[in-house]
């Protein structure tokens, strides 16, 4: 069975800060790092995710 792939804002543990931990399918993870408030995070999903996943040969 594949994992869908995810996107999901995480807080940085003992820093403030969040980063958005991306897993592929095939099990790889990928954190981009650093949004100040985790809705920085959710916009940096909602508007450049796709810019960056099509740069890495991913899709949504």
Sequence with gaps: ???P???KPRPIKGSPGW???ILFP???ERRISTFA???DAHKW???ESDD???G????K
């Design 19 to 21: 980063f958005v931990q």
């Design 45 to 47: 999903i909602l508007n």
């Design 26 to 28: 095939d099990g790889r």
């Design 37 to 39: 408030t985790e809705a």
């Design 56 to 59: 890495m040969g991913e899709g």
């Design 1 to 3: 069975m594949t994992r």
């Design 5 to 7: 792939l995810t996107l």
């Design 52 to 54: 960056w996943l099509a």
